[in-house]
């Protein structure tokens, strides 16, 4: 038809898990262009977790970066991984294409669907190092974490309140893509300004009764949910300043205030425990405050009073306020 | 005035110290840009995501296929061939394309085949002709060889001892004299061309019967034709364009290479209507044994109801060959590094390429499992397709194989019969995802376990009582004789007289009555219809079932607990059924057919349907011979 064509493929990351396999390539990208006009074909691969996923589109050296001007494209600066539309079909200029049933909400994933990859060699490498945990214990605790993250992603999708993986659950999926097994619960980040009253009551529905709350929403707000057979699920709550994120602890015994800051951050999409998950884009910086730069031994014994880099003494609730910001179930 | 002409002397060395620096300033500069550009088009040149695999993959490509130095192609290879009794070698143009010194393996005439235009090495084989059959493979294998192709053989060790006549003969119409003369310890290197002529040969006769013949260094100069001689001349379709990359880098596949009628690559199976199997993915493990695979992939193409699309061929390791074979057919094809050794390593495998296939696959429920060494039922699919529903409904299934443990020629009869059994048969299965991501995957294995992986799938913590699936008539045969389970004797005694449906189209019956409750109810029926035989004879022999066909009989023996097999081990041993371990029961019951009738074995107390017993019968009791005569099942690994 006299189109000129590129294909851009790469490796299949469904491939790239724990083992290390290799096929064929698969495609990526197309962009045919016929005069001035440019048609760019996204092709989306379906992936565990329910999602699907384009990749990121790279010229190989002997490709010409002139061909279309690649930096208008809507898709392909980075991999992308969007929830899976169900489609309809539509009548346009006389033409029958098939369109998402609901086109809004695709076009509003666009913006927020950048996606990184786990880092299997990483993690190869680090489970080589240190032995995985392989006890009857360990994968039991894996299997509980995973069902009460499954849980809590449904329960906070339903309510519209974004979250992503954070503290220990961060760094299992950062340092070895699985859940820590000394982990002991699931962490998730959510920004205060995502704060939902329901969320309570949501999860205590969902079969998650509230064990603790600490804080408030307007400073270090912090719930944490009861799952089966003693695995907890902790949410921080993390709240912006001008040039940093922070979240509150509290130690109930004594009313003491503890901040943990990070740097700020973005959130991409990932792939964890065959879930599509958001993590920090910047996962290092953020790992490596909560961590300090030894995050990649092992450490069994994490007590969060003291052993995290980034926490500071952040003064003391006052005991009239007890009632409201130490409440224990 | 000293004064001045020492300043101007001063000031002709600064001069020249000035004129120096900047001379040697330009030369490092001049040095840094060239350094600059050079790394700048390096850095350019370099593709994005270096693959170690394609590395890997070059550095075989190279020790196979010695790449000829110099701009004017040479027309001659220069070849040499060692053979002795502990080790062989064959090198072409200088490069190492066989090397075999290890002790305790290789042993038997190796054959190499050259492609005659390239110097390629297209297909390596070594054929233990020390032991029975191994011949015939050899000559399976020689005469499919393309006529004008270099052919190289060497012995290790000992190549003579059954090397029969018609191997011989083989030998012989390829113009060797020394092969058909092949005596017990000899060494002996040949190069010749399929078709003749022959370009070499030596031979070197063993003095005695306690040693070897001398080693034997061949060296010959092969001529190489034109790369048309070397081609067929096919039409040019898709189909064709497949069959000639493969058949111009692969020997050994037969009439799929022919020029003239070649062996379809393509098959029209007919299509299996309301198909409930259509988009379940298939896994074929596959390791290095790629004329298995050939083999295999051939009948699974062929069977109704096939979706090539969802076949996945997953080979453990870096091998050329097989993923050669998975292109001819046009499928995908996945290498796993391997990770850990013997049946670890198979272990391993296994569960990166279930993995895998979930991954590939998300909306996938279920997988079938295949392995490179079954031939697959016409109507395997078939099979599945009426039979899947039940996997998905009932929860006490573990799984559903195409395999019937106890189905031989002489006790399987009915394709349309299902069973439930109480173990996991392997050899053509399908695997629930929510049990494989939910119980299997999490607690596979470690690569340091040098567990079987089927073993394990079968013990109680895995299984936890479920129940697989069975046909009568097996839906598979395995026809695998090397391997590392496998060797000519276990294969012979339990896997060679094993039947297989070739019925196309099999309508299975009474498929619901498979379920839990529900087979149950057709147990306790079959029971009673069931003709209680008599138990004063010895039920080893053909007369203890009346001449009759079509009937049910059955027998009590004695099973005093839920794992006493004594009786049971006893009888199949002299029925010639599987005998190595208990497999085909069902709460203490087994069913088979014998002389065309349905028989039925209850174990006496264990067996809840000991009840059907009649008062007056005395349950069989056969005992095992003393232990002197040697374990049962001699024919183990290999």
Partial sequence: MGFQCLKIESKDPRLDGIDSLSGTAIPLHYVCKLATHAIHLVVFHERSGNYLWHGHLRLKGHMDRKFVPFRKLQFGRYPGAFDRPELQQVTIDGLDVLIPKDPGHFLEEVPHSRFIECRYKEARAFLQQYLDDNTVDAMAFRKRAKELLQLAAKTLKELGVPFWLSSGTCLGWYRQCSIIPYSKDVDLGIFIQDYKPDIILAFQNAGLPLKHKFGKVEDSLELSFQGKDDVKLDIFFFYEETDHMWNGGTQAKTGKKFKYLFPKFTLCWTEFVDMKVHVPCETVDYIEANYGKTWKIPVQTWDWKSSPPNVQPNGIWPISEWDEVIQLY | ?638
């Fill in chain 2, 1 to 638: 005035m000293e004064g001045t002409k020492e300043a101007k002397d001063s000031d002709g060395k600064a001069q020249e110290i000035w004129t120096g620096a900047v001379l040697f300033l330009l030369v490092t500069v001049i040095v840094n840009i060239k350094l600059i550009l050079d790394t700048r088009r390096a850095i350019n040149e370099a593709n994005e995501d270096p693959e170690p695999e394609q590395d890997y993959d070059e550095a075989l490509g190279r020790l196979e296929s010695p790449r000829r130095r110099g701009s004017s192609p040479r027309r001659v290879l220069d070849v040499e061939v060692y053979s002795s009794r502990s080790k062989v070698y064959v090198a072409v143009d200088g490069t190492t394309v066989l090397e075999d010194e290890a002790r305790e393996q290789g042993r038997g005439i190796h054959v190499i085949v050259l492609n005659q235009a390239t110097g390629h090495v297209m297909a390596k084989r070594v054929f233990d002709t020390y032991s029975p059959h191994e011949d015939e493979a050899m000559v399976l294998f020689l005469n499919m060889v393309a006529p004008g192709r270099v052919l190289i053989c060497t012995v290790k060790d000992e190549g003579s001892f059954h090397l029969k006549d018609t191997a011989k003969a083989l030998l012989r119409s390829l113009g060797s004299q020394a092969g058909p003369a092949l005596g017990w310890r000899d060494t002996w290197a040949f190069v010749g061309r399929k078709g003749g002529p022959v370009l070499g040969e030596k031979h070197s006769k063993s003095p005695a019967l306690s040693s070897w013949g001398d080693p034997v260094l061949l060296k010959t100069d092969v001529p190489l034709s034109s790369a048309e001689e070397a081609e067929c001349h096919w039409a040019d379709t898709e189909l064709n364009r497949r069959r000639r990359h493969f058949c111009s880098k692969v020997e050994g596949y037969g009439s799929v290479c022919s020029c003239k009628d070649p062996t379809p690559i393509e098959f029209s199976p007919d299509p299996l209507p309301d198909n409930k199997v259509l988009n379940v993915p298939v896994a074929v493990i596959a390791g290095n044994r790629p004329n298995y695979l050939y083999r295999m992939l051939r009948s699974l193409l062929s069977a109704q109801g096939v979706s090539p699309q969802m076949i996945t061929v997953f080979i453990d390791g870096y091998y050329e060959e097989p993923m050669d074979v998975v292109a001819l057919f046009g499928l995908r094809g996945i290498q796993h590094t391997p990770i850990s050794i013997k049946n670890a390593r198979v272990s391993q495998h296994y569960k990166a390429s279930l993995t895998a296939t979930f991954n590939l696959f998300p909306e996938a429920k279920f997988a079938v499992v295949l392995e490179e060494d079954l031939d697959i039922a016409v109507d395997f699919f078939s099979f599945l397709s009426q039979s899947i529903h039940l996997l998905e409904e009932d929860d006490s299934l573990y799984c559903i194989s195409a395999w019937n443990d106890q189905g031989y020629e002489h006790t399987a009869e009915d394709p349309a019969l299902l069973y439930r059994v109480e173990t996991m048969p392997g050899l053509g299965w399908v695997l629930r995802k929510s049990l494989y991501k939910e119980e299997l995957e999490p607690k596979w294995p470690t690569p340091e376990k040098l567990w079987d992986w089927d073993m394990w799938m079968r013990m109680p913590e895995q299984r936890q009582g479920r129940e697989c699936i069975i046909p009568d008539v097996s839906r598979s045969y395995h026809f695998g004789i090397v391997g590392l389970n496998m060797n000519g004797y276990f294969h012979e005694a339990y896997f060679k007289k094993h039947k297989f449906n070739t019925v196309p189209g099999v309508q299975l019956r009474n498929v619901d009555s498979l379920k839990k409750e529900a087979y149950e109810v057709e147990i306790h029926r079959l029971l009673s219809e069931a003709e209680v035989l008599d138990h004063s004879k010895d039920p080893c022999e053909d007369s203890f079932l009346p001449d009759t066909e079509g009937h049910t009989y059955v027998v009590f023996i004695r099973m005093e607990k839920d794992d006493d097999f004594t009786t049971w081990t006893q009888l199949a041993k002299c029925l010639h059924i599987w005998d190595l371990d208990v497999r085909g029961n069902h709460q203490g019951l087994w069913r088979l057919f014998r002389k065309k009738n349905h028989f039925l074995v209850v174990g006496v107390p264990a067996s809840p349907y000991s009840v059907k017993k009649p008062p007056s019968v005395t349950p069989i009791f056969l005992e095992p011979p003393p232990k002197e005569e040697g374990a049962p099942g001699a024919a183990e690994q290999t």
